[in-house]
Every structure is written in C-alpha cells, then in structure tokens.
C-alpha cells in the first residue's frame, strides 16, 4: 500500500544552518506531494504542495523537488531562523482522497 | 481564504464520560472532512473520512460505535468520543476537503482530549 517514511527527529540546529528532512514515499500513482508544518499548540498547516513529478516546491525559503525516479521528497533549507522551530510533515494523498502522513520530524532551532 | 475552526480547543473527562467535537469550515464547501487523532508522539491517525449524503467511512480499530460522526452540510462536521478512556486521549484535527483533485486538507486546530 502507500506510504511515506521521513527523518526520524528530533533535529536540533544552530540559527543559519542548512536543515534537510529526507522524505520517501511508496505509491503506485503519481499524485500531488505535500509539506506540512505544525506550530505548537497550532493544527498542521500547508507549507507547500507539488503536483507533478520532477517540480520543485518552495515557501518561506523551505524547498523541495518531486523526485519521481528515486520516490523522494527531500525538504530542504539553506539557512534555518528559531521561527522555524516545529513539526514537519511529508504528506501523500492515498486512495481516493485520504492523505498519509509521514511520522513527523520536530525541529528545533537555537538561537 | 480556506478557514476550518474546531470546537473545544481541548476538554478534560472523566473515564467512561463522552465528548463531543465539532469542526466548521468557512469561505469554502467542505464536501469532504477527515478525523485523526493526534498522538502526544506526534504521530496521525485516521479514524474516518466523512462526505456528505454519503456513508461514512472508519478505518480499522475505529467504529461508529465509539466515534459517531455526523455531517449534514459542506460547512459543518462533528463527532463524539463515547465512554472515553485513557488510551483515547491526543489531539483530534478534522480536515477539510476543499480540491477534488489535489487531496489537500485545511485543518483546524483540534480538539485536546485529556481523560482522567
């Protein structure tokens, strides 16, 4: 069946650093990709989506490629902020219409 | 834009009692609405997917029994924890479906249940 395995956390970083969260997903079907990012005591929310295999996404400086050929979804920042602190997951819509999520990698950053 | 409120925001009951949660979306139809639970280890999961005049469907270790959901219309959704216990607490988020075509969901802000 569908799934999606992504970095174990918890990531602790230093504010400027580069932060990668490696995402991989198993699917028969080529479908929309999604990043999502949960803030404490918030709901999870979008970060960013991409539709189509071998497109990149990007908001607020994260980015990630839709990689078709090795199943990954790697999110990727080149400098991280403490404002960035919170949980981070790779979503894949299943089925008709549920969405999986990955296991969610929290993120800390320190100033 | 795609808004979806969620009400409690968290409740504490005691074991065997009920708690019912409800889920508005605003400036959208939401014609289809997921329930998960939230684990405190972060983790999701599904409990049911919800479309209106259709049969609501539950995921394994999920029942109507324990979980009854009701829809009636493409801005409303609610759903009830009966005879709650410890291993049902976490944080229950409904999301909602505004895009056929993409799978994506707006969230709420869950429902915190603490059982005692």
């Known amino acids: 069946g569908d799934s999606v395995t992504q970095t174990e956390g918890p990531v602790t970083l230093s504010e400027g650093t580069s932060l990668t969260v490696n995402c991989s997903y198993e699917t028969k079907q080529y479908p929309t990709l999604f990043w999502y990012v949960q803030y404490p005591g918030e709901g999870p929310q979008l970060l960013f989506k991409?539709?189509?295999?071998?497109e990149k996404g990007s908001n607020r400086g994260f980015e990630a490629t839709y990689n078709k050929e090795a199943t990954s979804f790697h999110l990727q920042k080149a400098s991280v902020q403490e404002s960035d602190s919170a949980v981070y997951y790779c979503?894949?819509?299943?089925?008709?219409?549920?969405?999986?999520f990955g296991s969610g990698t929290q993120l800390t950053v320190m100033p | 834009g795609a808004l979806v409120y969620q009400y409690p925001r968290r409740t504490i009951c005691k074991s065997g009692t009920s708690m019912r949660m409800e889920c508005q979306a605003v400036g959208f139809q939401a014609t289809s609405v997921a329930w998960y639970r939230q684990s405190p280890q972060k983790t999701f999961e599904l409990i049911a997917l919800s479309t209106v005049n259709s049969a609501i469907k539950y995921e394994q270790n999920f029942t109507q029994e324990k979980f009854p959901i009701s829809h009636p219309n493409l801005s409303f959704s609610s759903m009830t924890v009966l005879n709650a216990y410890l291993e049902d607490r976490g944080l229950y988020l409904c999301?909602?479906?505004?895009?056929?075509?993409?799978?994506?969901?707006?969230f709420g802000e869950g429902s915190k249940l603490t059982v005692l």
């Open positions: 991409v539709p189509k295999a071998n």
């Open positions: 999301g909602a479906r505004r895009d056929r075509n993409t799978g994506q969901l707006y």
């Open positions: 979503a894949l819509p299943s089925g008709s219409w549920q969405l999986i």
